[in-house]
């Protein structure tokens, strides 16, 4: 199924969300509570985090977001996923895999359940599958 309005896009998002808060180090889950996308009634995307139930204004990416949980790297994630809300094109998340020299091949340390984050963003379409990603791949080691 493919999303046609930022509300629409926003709530698979969330989905995606939801799917990453429900294995391992379950990042974006706080107390029961799950992060998501919001759309306003002007089309603006707002990120409402589950740690402390703020809104946070997506559009402003180099400023100081008030109420984010998370650290810098799922900050870049959910940049991501608001520019899908936002555009409608599937972006590349940057959910590996990884070589071995950078975090033993294990950024978010969450071992296996890699697997199902990257299986949830393709079925969601919040990504290219395999098949259409682009780009070089990462050297073998540092330079």
């Not at 998501?36 to 089309?43: A, I, N, P, S």
């Not at 590996?96 to 091949?105: A, K, L, N, Q, Y």
Request: charged share 25%; with cysteine.
């Amino acid at each position: 199924m493919t999303a046609t309005t930022k509300q629409e896009r926003a709530a698979q998002a969330s989905r995606f969300l939801e799917a990453v808060a429900g294995c391992g180090r379950k990042f974006f889950a706080h107390n029961g509570r799950v992060s998501r996308f919001e759309v306003d009634e002007r089309g603006h995307v707002w990120f409402v985090d589950a740690y402390r139930p703020a809104r946070i204004y997506t559009q402003c990416k180099w400023s100081k977001w008030r109420g984010f949980s998370e650290g810098g790297t799922l900050r870049a994630l959910v940049l991501k996923l608001c520019d899908y809300i936002r555009t409608g094109e599937p972006q590349q998340l940057g959910l590996g895999p990884w070589p071995e020299w950078i975090c033993s091949g294990d950024l978010w340390g969450y071992g296996e359940a890699m697997g199902q984050v990257r299986t949830a963003a393709m079925t969601h379409g919040l990504m290219p599958s395999n098949a259409e990603l682009r780009g070089r791949p990462l050297a073998d080691g540092p330079a």
